[in-house]
């Protein structure tokens, strides 16, 4: 199975701040990677497909960049309602796997 | 709109089986797969495995394979999981999430393993 390793495991920001996460594949996914946000009781939301598409609907704050084994989820502008936890995913292979989230919260 | 409405809560003792259900709207059912993944309390998400709505064909997590069963009833939009021999460590949110973009999610189902 391929493994995902998010980074860092959490972090606090505060609003207004550029907000970086890292993930890396334990081998090549090309880019079959998304990005999934997730708050507290509620299902997972998909914000980037496919490594850089932006979901419909998602703002254009998030972003999403890289190739093969390294990825990155930037939010330019972090917002009051982005304080959540992201998550990884490879759809390279079966299973698709999940990187273990990391935690945005307040500052 | 695209809906996935999953059952109720659950709450099962030890060795017992759950059937959990997610009804689809809003799209052809039958046009893409639909995913299982679960959540332990205060964990990360674990991919259960996946059923192809068309064909029935359907392919486990190595970690389920021999407890649980995916089926669905295209009559009614309808993807079923079924997990058998339940532990205590099954305790999780279960959810059902749609295709290969898994860019639709149903709202969860807290199945409870207790005694």
């Known amino acids: 199975d391929i493994q995902m390793t998010q980074s860092p495991s959490s972090l606090s920001a505060s609003v207004g701040d550029r907000v970086t996460i890292t993930c890396r594949a334990s081998?090549?996914?090309?880019?079959?990677l998304s990005w999934f946000q997730q708050k507290p009781g509620k299902a997972p939301k998909l914000l980037i497909y496919a490594a850089s598409n932006l979901q419909r609907g998602v703002p254009s704050r998030f972003s999403g960049s890289g190739s093969g084994t390294d990825f990155t989820l930037t939010i330019s502008t972090l917002q009051p309602e982005d304080f959540a936890t992201y998550y990884c995913?490879?759809?390279?292979?079966?299973?698709?796997?999940f990187g273990q989230g990391v935690r945005v919260d307040i500052k | 709109q695209v809906q996935l409405v999953q059952s109720g809560a659950e709450v099962k003792k030890p060795g017992a089986s759950v059937k959990v259900s997610c009804k689809a709207s809003g799209y052809t059912f039958t046009g893409d797969y639909m995913h299982w993944v679960r959540q332990a309390p205060g964990q990360g998400l674990e991919w259960v495995g996946w059923i192809n709505t068309k064909s029935g064909d359907t392919i486990y997590s190595r970690r389920y394979q021999g407890r649980v069963t995916m089926t669905r009833d295209t009559s009614i939009s309808t993807v079923y999981m079924e997990l058998n021999s339940l532990r205590f460590d099954d305790t999780a949110v279960y959810y059902c999430a749609r295709g290969g973009l898994s860019d639709y999610w149903g709202q969860g189902t807290l199945v409870t393993v207790s005694s």
């Open positions: 081998q090549s996914i090309s880019t079959y």
């Open positions: 995913q490879q759809s390279y292979s079966t299973p698709p796997t």
